[in-house]
């Protein structure tokens, strides 16, 4: 009897890690496909971090303390974008005084983090599986919703541009996560490999010009951290890559004529035919900045930035069809005109404070904090150039993708350097 109950004791122990380990996979694994994924992946984080909490009661406070005062900036940083919704909310009467739940959960960041900090390293890399199979299904739903010209749902998302981002991230997670270990078989490295690919396929058949140009950006990102490899080895990789890109966009249609798109639309901009794609963007990027203007503190409210477009058009400044979007299609301009200099001071530290946090890693001597330290900063830079050409952060998936993978890379970076013996980066 003694021996079932310590077995039952046993089960319940380890419950939260099990959950945790298998929140943080099954986001990257299922969110391009499942409805409801993130919200799962979340909601068992917030479990595990109770959890953990009645596993050891006695030291719960002891814990938490020691995690704000490592982690407080990063902690304050994601708390930063609800915080200013409320603000704008009360200062704004036509408003909604709520605070959507997608963006409610960053206030939770801390707990996530919580759960997080309690795995070991290895149990953190198992992220990496669900980046691959993410990375792999991307692929698939590509293939079957954008290559049959179907753009309107693609897996569980109905804008096929977050999804090619998305995709994109995931492959080279993919791709950057072989620098976590150096006994991995051939097997596994060309399952890694066959996921870059795969979610590389899947940002190309997006269509999704402001991933395409991140490209490069990241890229340099992770060939810079590869310390341990030559720079001439460097080199040469980051030139044989650029010479495949360009190789892609002359000998690619799909590329060809986005681009060349692109450039008509300019010229026809500049010509006064502004409803195109690229005009229509630009009128509203110049109404955000209007709105912007106008509203410096708190701007026109979230949920208002429909009527202030329509407001804007009855001035005669932008067109019927310009009217018909429901954002800027610019993280920080659409934040800017909704949240005022709050909202842009909300997504300026919801990026840069945990980006200079990996940056220090990826700076580091050892080659698994350098290769997290690279992910975490593909993550922050990825999202915000994005965020030129989309408002990525208006999907609860993506807003719950970016917290618990910034979560993630934190506690395996603070894991590791215990395991080292050295002192947290903050």
Known sequence: ???????????????????????????????LSVRGAAFLSFSLLLVAAFGWMLSAPAAVMSRLRAMWREHRWLIVAMAAMPTAMLISAQLNPAAPRNVPFAYGRLWLF???????????????ESVQWG?????????????????????????????????GNLSLLMALFALMSIGWTEDDGWALIALRLLAGCAGLYASYLSQARGGWI?????????VATLRHVSWKKRLTALLLFFVFLIAVCVSSSVVRTRFDQAMED??????????????????????????LTRHPLAGVGRGQFGPAL??????????????????????????????????????????????????????????VLRTTGAMGLTLCVGFLLFGLTEVMLIIAQTVVFYSVMVAVFTAHIHRRRQQLGAAPVF
């Open 214 to 222: 991140a490209i490069p950006v990241l890229l340099l990102i992770a």
């Open 110 to 124: 801390g707990l996530a983090l919580f759960a997080l900090l309690q795995l070991r390293p290895k149990q953190l």
């Open 266 to 291: 300019i010229h026809a901009y500049q010509a006064g035919q502004t409803n195109t794609s690229v005009g229509i963007r630009f009128q509203l990027w110049k109404a955000a900045t209007l709105m």
């Open 310 to 367: 329509k407001a804007i058009h009855a001035e005669g400044l932008i067109t019927q069809e310009a009217t018909a979007f429901e954002h800027a299609h610019n993280e920080f301009l659409y934040n800017g005109a909704t949240l005022g200099v709050l909202g842009i001071g909300a997504l300026l530290a919801l990026y840069l404070v945990p980006a200079a946090y990996f940056l220090r890693a990826a700076l580091c001597d050892d080659r």
């Open 131 to 163: 980046c691959v199979a993410g990375a792999l299904a991307s692929a698939v739903w590509a293939y079957l919703e954008l290559r049959a010209g179907r753009v309107g749902m693609v897996g569980a998302f109905s804008n096929a541009i977050p999804f």
């Open 1 to 31: 009897m003694s021996s079932l109950m310590q077995r039952g004791r046993t089960l319940i122990a380890s419950a939260p890690a099990a959950l945790t380990v298998f929140g943080i996979a099954i986001l990257p694994a299922f969110m």
